[in-house]
């Protein structure tokens, strides 16, 4: 009686893992509020760009499936150009994701991978990456004291691909 | 790629067997710590259709008011030339050059010397102005005189300066040395 309850026990243990462990999705450092300060520009040239590479995040697919990143921006009258690129630090054993080039971020745009081929597994699906964010402006944009600053609300989500 | 539809089927399938095994373990009698531990993933497992987590962060794009201006090189203007019983001609330098950015409206460009010429000695200057822009030539002096306006989002480059010397027969000569003064150009705003 005691072995048909251990193989008992086994099988619903086996069952319940269908119900998959959430996955993550997290910032491992910075992930608050960013500001890019376009303020240089040689005499006769365009503004220098601004960049910023101090987010780094974390993600744990954990979908059974092969899952990707992707990103979308919320910005009200977006008037200057904003990019990001996930610069992949490390991934999981057996792992071999793609990355994307940079993107542009643009008010009301759809998701745009930035990150694809997460394959499932308990060691591929977790690895980390460096969001790159670079902003940039031409002369003829104007500045913020004329248009007030764009404030975008990047969202990533992890998801089935 | 598998069809969404089949996710939800399967997910299904698991749902109904997590609760048959359920009802096997209470009909056993096996106690709950024996089996609430965290299950070890199953490799293949599959999700339910639609799962995903999400992560937002505020970036804030600013740019500030660029005003920048540059000039080419050094200028000699020799003024030397004259005939008998006629006074100095004015000497024209149209080599120097000028490059400026600007991502604000309504600049402008003054001009002035570090210091005053000695008395019969002058320095005009005239800008090529940038598109939209509009150039006066002026003489030079210590206070600042408009040379361009209407600067608007611009980023322009070898843009032209000319200057023109002039003496009358009362300066005395200087050499070869000549006479310097520092030619100012300011961008500002209107």
Known sequence: ?161 | MVHPQRYKTVGLAAWALSLFSACVVALLGLSPSAWAQTPPPLPDAIPLAGNQVSLSQTVTVRVLEINRIAISGDVLIPIAEAEAGTPLSPVTHSGSTYALTVNGSDKKIVGSLDTEFPAGMELSVELTPPPGATATRRILSSDPVDLVKGVNLIAATNLGITYTGHADITVAPTGTAGISRRVTFTLTSN
């Open chain 1, 1 to 161: 009686m005691s072995l048909l309850r251990y193989i008992l026990a086994v099988i619903i243990m086996g069952t319940s893992a269908t119900s998959v462990d959430a996955q993550r999705l997290e910032f491992l450092t910075g992930g608050g509020p960013i500001t890019l300060e376009i303020s240089e520009a040689p005499p006769g040239g365009e503004p220098v760009d601004a960049t910023d590479a101090g987010t780094r995040i974390f993600w744990d697919a954990n979908l059974g499936v092969p899952a990707k990143l992707v990103v979308s921006t919320m910005a009200t009258s977006q008037h200057f150009r904003l990019f990001v690129e996930l610069q992949v630090t490390s991934y999981g054993t057996g792992s071999m994701v793609d990355m994307h080039p940079e993107v542009e971020l643009v008010d009301g745009m759809f998701d745009e991978d930035i990150l694809t081929n997460i394959l499932p597994g308990s060691r591929s699906q977790q690895g980390t990456g460096l969001l790159r964010y670079r902003a940039s402006a031409r002369v003829a944009d104007g500045n913020s004291q004329t248009h007030g600053d764009d404030t975008h609300t990047v969202t990533y989500t992890l998801l089935a691909q």
